[in-house]
């Protein structure tokens, strides 16, 4: 299984510390003024869109595997619900996609969730069985 990101989800190495704060319109690690000056969702959007498609030719078709995502690709802000209005789809990349987390879980509406925004290990099993029809097999504990 594979999940994807969203395209404004920021996370990197800098001088050996681990840097990942999530989306940048959500973190306070990186100034308002910055993102703003030099965060162009639309270029994130064809970066991402090209990695994603260079890892699904070059690595993924050669396994049998399910790719999926926590929100939806083009998601800018998910506690608005802020979506990239893009005049590309990627169908070929997106059609690829299994429904998101926020898609089955909520509706596409984060708003309902009210605590943290991650999916809990009942919503995780929750999205197998909507997507997959799996159960987890009830084991003997005698």
Same mark, same amino acid.
């Given at each position: 299984?594979?999940?994807?990101t969203t395209i404004f989800r920021e996370s990197r190495r800098i001088r050996g510390k681990w840097v990942g704060?999530?989306?940048?319109?959500? @973190? %306070?690690?990186?100034?308002?003024?910055?993102?703003k000056t030099?965060?162009?969702? #639309?270029?994130?959007y064809y970066?991402?869109?090209?990695?994603?498609?260079?890892?699904?030719?070059?690595?993924?078709?050669r396994y049998n595997h399910h790719e999926f995502s926590l929100s939806p690709l083009?998601?800018?802000n998910q506690y608005h619900n802020r979506q990239l209005p893009s005049k590309e789809k990627y169908e070929i990349? @997106? %059609?690829?996609?299994l429904p998101s987390f926020y898609e089955i879980l909520?509706?596409? #509406?984060?708003?309902?969730k009210k605590n943290n925004h991650h999916p809990?290990?009942?919503?995780h099993l929750l999205y197998l069985k909507n997507v997959f029809n799996w159960t987890p097999k009830k084991t003997n504990t005698n």
């Open positions: 299984m594979v999940q994807w704060n999530g989306n940048l319109w959500t @973190q %306070n690690e990186y100034p308002i003024e910055f993102i030099y965060c162009d969702p #639309d270029e994130f970066r991402d869109m090209a990695l994603i498609r260079a890892t699904q030719l070059g690595l993924l078709d083009t998601q800018i990349i @997106q %059609n690829r996609l909520w509706n596409n #509406d984060i708003q309902s809990s290990s009942e919503e």
